[in-house]
């Protein structure tokens, strides 16, 4: 899942009102403004729930593929520019364009400060397939945090400017886009980068995957698509607003969604063909995106000498007496250990010996900081699992 910041403009719309049928895109070229937008799609076997980002820090959910809309909270931030699930639906990473992150345990209600991104330009966040977030700047650097945004390091550079999106492909690559086409990919997690292809359009805003293709839009709304990895590039659909400025996917409904930075959204299940849907009532939106996590939580099928480890309760932690979850598939001894976001151990209990199945372990963490730390799950065989504790003040 993406979310990015798209160039700034002050043009007015001009097309179709959102609920009318797509007709013929508007040719004139417009850069996106300053909402952010974020779809977020729950797994399959629920109802998915967007979520529509105010560069003001306003956030507002949608749980009917953006129809209608509440405010959920907001932020004391004037440059939202990114939201993203990490490994549930209900834990969101926000970030801002001066290097702000902040995180959410209960999908978008509440939310914490967990860090920064020391850069001024960030356009697009994304999370790596082992969970790392990856933050992209218009200049081109690449930071990654292992913690969930308490810190960040930098990985690497890409050349040229105005960098606008970035995606993680099921495939394991990543791609980044520039405003004016360029796509490069990355195959072994954001540290090279080769360029793959180029789109024939001068204001590129988003790029990602859908059905196993990549997928581009302009802002002025052309949707292009890739079949070969980001090589080659055709335009396959056109909107009919321009200052198109966000895409992304619902995988319950295996839809693409869009939006104008007015906050118009538009579904298509094939990039082809498309119906406006609803409309957020702000005024500058600039991107959608889903939640779905692309780093996978705790698996409930585990092998004969596994352990699991579920999500600490409660979570973000006020007091300091969280219960944790545990799964065994054999009995023995096993240890939890307590790491804060620099990787150091703080805190330990055990061994403690439990028989094979499910329980739950009370632990009265030995900190007091706020931040974010790592609860481990270690077996006396050698098998471990770790999750993340969020401890507020």
Known sequence: MTAHRAPTAGRRRAGTPAGTPVATLVGTQVSAAALLICCVAAPATEAETIFALVDTGEIFASTDTGVTWERRSALAVRDAVGLLATETTEEL?????????????DAGFEWMPVGAVPASDIE?????????????????AVWAST?????????????????????????????????????????????HWLLRGAINVPDAVEIMEFNGDLIALAATGIVARSFDEGATWSA???????????????????????????????ASPDGVHWAWSGVVNQVSVTTIANDTPLASGVREELAPSAVALGHPWPNPVSARAVTIPIQLQREGKVTLVLYDGLGRAVGRLGPQSHPAGRHAVTWQLPVGAAGIYFVELRAAWGASARQRVVMVR
């Not at 990473?93 to 345990?105: A, D, H, I, L």
């Open 93 to 105: 990473v926000m970030v801002t364009r001066s290097g702000g992150v902040y995180f959410s345990n």
């Open 124 to 140: 697009a966040v994304t999370m790596r397939q082992d969970g790392a977030l990856l933050v992209l700047t218009a200049t081109g």
């Open 147 to 191: 913690d969930v945004g308490g810190s960040f390091t930098a990985i690497a550079a890409l050349t040229g400017v105005n960098h606008v999106s970035l995606a993680q492909a099921r495939s394991t690559a990543l791609y980044a886009l520039a405003a004016t086409g360029e796509v490069v990919e990355s195959v072994d997690g954001g540290v």
């Open 236 to 266: 396959i659909g056109t909107l009919s607003q321009v200052h198109m400025s966000g895409l992304t996917v619902d995988r319950a409904r295996n839809l693409m969604l869009a939006t104008t930075q007015e906050g118009d959204i538009a």
